[in-house]
């Protein structure tokens, strides 16, 4: 082989290699599909508010949710609540007398009638609770009881947003030290000139 094809050769080896580092170094776009930020269920940042309920607790959740307060016609709920997100997406937290004793009792009871995938040990701030992914679509509940009242969180199993949300209510969640029932009205004079007061007898 002469001087002047080994050159040639030699010259079209180190294009090759140069062209190969060029579009091997050059960034590569992104898909059209692929997110600018991949958000893991630890890498979600969600801003507080805080809901005091007058029943005599308080936690916080998300700005993002709306809280409604469902009136219902029970005398053993204290408080049932549904927190909204813009899409639709809502949870459920729910304060009543329980007719069960423990939370072994309740857990036989609800997977009678319930498919469970899922099932764990938790904490309701430093009450032991049970935590369960159920149903379909998936939601996950958070159950714990205590001198006769249970508590029930259940969110959407869909998105790290809704297990910081769980994770965000349940390590809140607080108790007041003195009642904050509301209330009746104090009532005011009759035109018949009687007052009732309240837990005394009527006056004239």
Do not use: C
């Amino acid at each position: 082989m002469s001087k002047k094809v080994r050159l040639l050769v030699g010259l079209g080896i180190t294009l090759i290699i140069g062209v190969g580092v060029f579009f091997g170094l050059k960034p590569k776009p992104k898909s059209f599909f692929e997110p600018d930020v991949k958000i893991g269920s630890e890498g979600v940042e969600l801003t507080p508010a805080q809901y005091q309920d007058w029943a005599g607790f308080w936690f916080d959740y998300p700005k993002e949710l709306e809280v409604t307060e469902i009136e219902l016609n029970d005398e053993t709920v204290y408080s049932s609540l549904e927190l909204t997100r813009s899409d639709g997406e809502k949870a459920n937290l729910r304060v009543a007398d329980s007719q069960y004793h423990d939370l072994d009792a309740w857990l036989k009871a609800f997977e009678k009638e319930n498919i469970v995938a899922l099932k764990k040990e938790a904490l309701w701030v430093d009450i032991p609770a049970k935590k369960l992914t159920y149903g379909a679509p998936q939601s996950v509940k958070t159950v714990a009881i205590e001198d006769g009242v249970i508590y029930e969180l259940t969110t959407p199993a869909s998105e790290p947003f809704w297990e910081q949300t769980q994770k965000m209510i349940l390590n809140s969640f607080g108790f007041s030290t003195e009642a904050e029932a509301v209330e009746p009205p104090t009532p005011e004079a009759e035109e018949n000139g009687e007052v009732i007061l309240l837990d005394e007898a009527v006056v004239e």
